[in-house]
T-cell receptor
Framework: AQSVTQLGSHVSVSEGALVLLRCNYSSSVPPYLFWYVQYPNQGLQLLLK??????LVKGINGFEAEFKKSETSFHLTKPSAHMSDAAEYFCAVTSPGATNKLIFGTGTLLAVQP | SQTIHQWPATLVQPVGSPLSLECTVE??????LYWYRQAAGRGLQLLFYSVGIGQISSEVPQNLSASRPQDWQFILSSKKLLLSDSGFYLC???????????FGEGSRLTVL
């Protein structure tokens, strides 16, 4: 079975500071990994994905994530936080196949302080 | 381009009443379709998924059911709502390669 653990349900950073959101996965097969962002009362929007190509993945809005197999991690980073980055972030795992079921973490709520 | 629509966006229902949430996907054929529920502080829970017309897989035994009468249509239903059915329901689709899900805007259900 696959699973995802997001460390820290709430993270607060100052505007302009580094954003680091942690995600560790468990998978018995090579995983596909995703980060999604959710603004209040909206659906989820894909930030970036890892599908076994380059281990450093760049996404939208200046975010990037690095797949580290030895650490079973896929942490999300952004060099400089912006007020508009305040949202909830979800890490998810799946493996290629007919059903493509995504298993999500419990989310990290990012607050950006002025 | 592909689009996904969910409705209603918000509804308030009494305990014991029926439920029908609808999701449609345009601009693609044979998508995989999913219903997730999001409860506060609990992330997203996969409820049902479908790989084709009439094919429904249930992930969690519960008070809800799903149907896929058309390739582009996915319906979430209940005959009698419980208080615990309250939450934010999200429909999503994907093609069978690539893996990422594309989500609708969600339906917020409050059961009183």
């Amino acid at each position: 079975a696959q699973s995802v653990t997001q460390l820290g349900s709430h993270v607060s950073v100052s505007e302009g500071a580094l954003v680091l959101l942690r995600c560790n996965y468990s998978s018995s097969v090579p995983p596909y990994l995703f980060w999604y962002v959710q603004y209040p009362n909206q659906g989820l929007q894909l930030l970036l994905k890892y599908t076994s190509a380059a281990t450093l993945v760049k996404g939208i809005n200046g975010f990037e994530a690095e797949f580290k197999k030895s650490e079973t991690s896929f942490h999300l980073t952004k060099p400089s936080a912006h007020m508009s980055d305040a949202a909830e972030y979800f890490c998810a795992v799946t493996s290629p196949g007919a059903t493509n079921k995504l298993i999500f973490g419990t989310g990290t709520l990012l607050a950006v302080q002025p | 381009s592909q689009t996904i629509h969910q409705w209603p966006a918000t509804l308030v229902q009494p305990v014991g009443s029926p439920l029908s949430l609808e999701c449609t996907v345009e601009g693609t054929s044979n998508p995989n379709l999913y219903w997730y529920r999001q409860a506060a502080g609990r992330g997203l829970q996969l409820l049902f998924y479908s790989v084709g017309i009439g094919q429904i897989s249930s992930e969690v035994p519960q008070n809800l059911s799903a149907s896929r009468p058309q390739d582009w249509q996915f319906i979430l239903s209940s005959k009698k709502l419980l208080l615990s059915d309250s939450g934010f329901y999200l429909c999503a689709w994907t093609q069978r390669v690539g893996g990422e899900l594309f989500f609708g805007e969600g339906s917020r259900l409050t059961v009183l």
